[in-house]
């Protein structure tokens, strides 16, 4: 399970993929016109289509089947369109938290008697709420609280009793599964593997058990996973700090300012009964999207979705998220001192992925930081050695709301974070004046283009991003429909976005200063 999109990668290069659209649209287009013999490239969706066969059943749960029997080999992602940005005020994290209760098995995988586990686990909540609540009273009763975490320790452990550790995936690695894993970020949860085609019965029973009857095993035990994965990629991280601060100076209201992986005391509060209040709100069809990829039977699919998924209740729509991040007035800086590489992170407040300026902004930051040719990285890090690392990007924390253009860089040695500053916003400044050239606009267009048919040409890849696109954007096509808008952006678009967004109000600076001497003494 991971946090993001992959396990070993930093918050910003995770982020790189918020351009998963273009690339994604990319391959599909790539593959559509893959035979001498196809017609021209505004036909492309036509021909794809062919090969695609999307139905939702009665209670809202939406298949997209991709045939690609290129290899005995299907891919399965499952999205369901809640995030960070969904969760309860005082319960940050808990999308996270439940990402990893769906790896816990069911009521038949990973227990030895699910009956008596089950009634364990209802005492073992109950106390572990009593305990919470003695906490939050104005003078906590000590010794009531050592009691009821003593029994919540023995009932913990009774619990532990029943659990066989792994089953789920134990079932799928005997089964030749492949890739198992799941992310979660401020606006979606997914879940994604592969399996030979002749398994394609065992991911239907597996996938609707684990989400039509979640278990909530190891609860607890859990949270502390999560809480360890905030300490080691936030806490003991410099540009995870930096990140974590610049996202809450940010943004004042929007749920976008609060961090993925949760805050310490919200994921002390939240309960097994809170999950399950989050699973009947979130967890429903009509938001989940499950896109099925490879050599597979549309008919077949369609037979054992029905069959798996059908009885799944209808729910209401979840609710939607209402807050709207006021506009900024003013500058907003801020500066942390401590014994680290130092950082400088700037932002600017921009657009959802839905917005008419979304692709030219994706560019924009394309033109400044993609490749060594970049403007960015040629001037700071090849010519005049002020940095050793430096990108811009837009749709960060998110892309479903409004969201952001970043900009970060790391110094070299002797530079100041006032130095790096200084020259991104002087080739800012450039971009506004109109200093782009089409060579650069058709370059980052070409490269997307490339990037895409290295990274995402596979069952997995078409899965993951159809899925993505239907789920955060209401129709798998839009990984078409947004390459084509892509070709329409101008240069004329590029400078338009820079100067109405890359503004001194509208821009967010925080930096990381090396601290030395006394305490409070920083040198940059």
Do not use: C
């Not at 790189?16 to 893959?34: D, P």
């Not at 430096?390 to 006032?418: H, I, R």
Request: glycine share 6%; charged share 25%; net charge negative.
């Amino acid at each position: 399970m991971t946090f993001g999109v992959s396990k070993n990668s930093n918050p910003i290069t995770r982020n790189t993929m918020k351009l998963k659209h273009l690339l994604a649209a990319a391959v599909l287009w790539s593959l559509a016109l893959a035979s001498p013999a196809q017609p021209a490239q505004a036909q492309s969706l036509e021909e794809f289509e062919k090969n695609v066969t999307e139905f939702t059943l009665d209670n809202g749960l939406t298949f997209i089947i991709i045939e690609r029997p290129v290899a005995p080999v299907v891919s399965f992602a499952t999205y369901v369109n809640v995030g960070g940005a969904n969760e309860p005020v005082g319960h940050t994290g808990m999308a996270h938290i439940f990402e990893h209760m769906a790896f816990k098995g069911t009521r038949d995988i990973g227990t030895t008697n699910w009956k008596k586990e089950q009634q364990v686990l209802a005492e073992l909540d109950a106390t572990y709420q009593k305990w919470l609540q003695e906490s939050y009273q104005p003078v906590p009763d000590s010794a009531r609280m050592d009691t009821l975490w003593s029994h919540f320790e023995a009932l913990q452990e009774q619990a532990g009793q029943y659990v066989v550790n792994n089953e789920f995936s134990q079932i799928i690695d005997r089964n030749g599964g492949t890739g198992m894993n799941a992310s979660t970020s401020a606006d979606r949860t997914n879940y994604f593997y592969s399996l030979p085609e002749n398994r394609i019965e065992l991911w239907f029973s597996l996938e609707s058990d684990r989400f039509k009857n979640p278990v909530f095993r190891e609860f607890y035990k859990e949270k502390e996973v999560v809480r360890e994965e905030r300490r080691m990629r936030t806490e003991s991280q410099p540009f995870g700090r930096l990140l974590e601060e610049f996202l809450a100076v940010a943004y004042t209201a929007h749920p976008y300012g609060r961090p993925v992986v949760g805050w310490h005391s919200d994921i002390t509060a939240t309960t097994m009964e809170d999950a399950r209040r989050f699973y009947n709100t979130y967890y429903v069809p009509n938001n989940i999207t499950i896109a099925i990829a490879g050599d597979v039977d549309p008919g077949q699919a369609r037979t054992l979705a029905e069959t798996y998924f059908g009885d799944l209740p209808a729910a209401e729509e979840p609710p939607p998220v209402y807050t709207r991040e006021p506009e900024q007035r003013g500058e907003r800086r801020f500066t942390i001192q401590g014994q680290s590489q130092p950082f400088l992170l700037m932002g600017y407040h921009t657009v959802a992925q839905d917005h008419p300026d979304a692709k030219a902004l994706q560019l924009l930051g394309s033109v400044l930081s993609g490749g060594r040719t970049s403007r960015l990285y040629k001037r700071m890090v090849d010519e005049e050695k002020q940095a050793l690392a430096v990108q811009a990007l837009n749709g960060y924390p998110g892309e479903k709301y409004e969201s952001m253009f970043l900009t970060f860089a790391v110094p070299n040695q002797g530079v100041g974070v006032d130095t790096l500053e200084a020259t991104i916003l002087e080739e800012i400044e450039k971009v506004k004046e109109g200093a782009l050239t089409q060579e650069e606009l058709d370059r980052v267009r070409t490269n997307a283009r490339a990037g895409l048919i290295r990274s995402l040409d596979s069952n997995s890849g078409l899965a993951q991003a159809l899925a993505s696109a239907e789920s955060q954007q209401g129709d798998w096509r839009k990984v078409f429909t947004d390459l084509e808008e892509l070709r329409e952006v101008t240069l004329a678009d590029l400078q338009r976005v820079a100067r109405k967004y890359l503004t001194k109000e509208n821009r967010t600076v925080g930096t990381i200063v090396t601290q030395t001497g006394e305490p409070g003494d920083a040198d940059e």
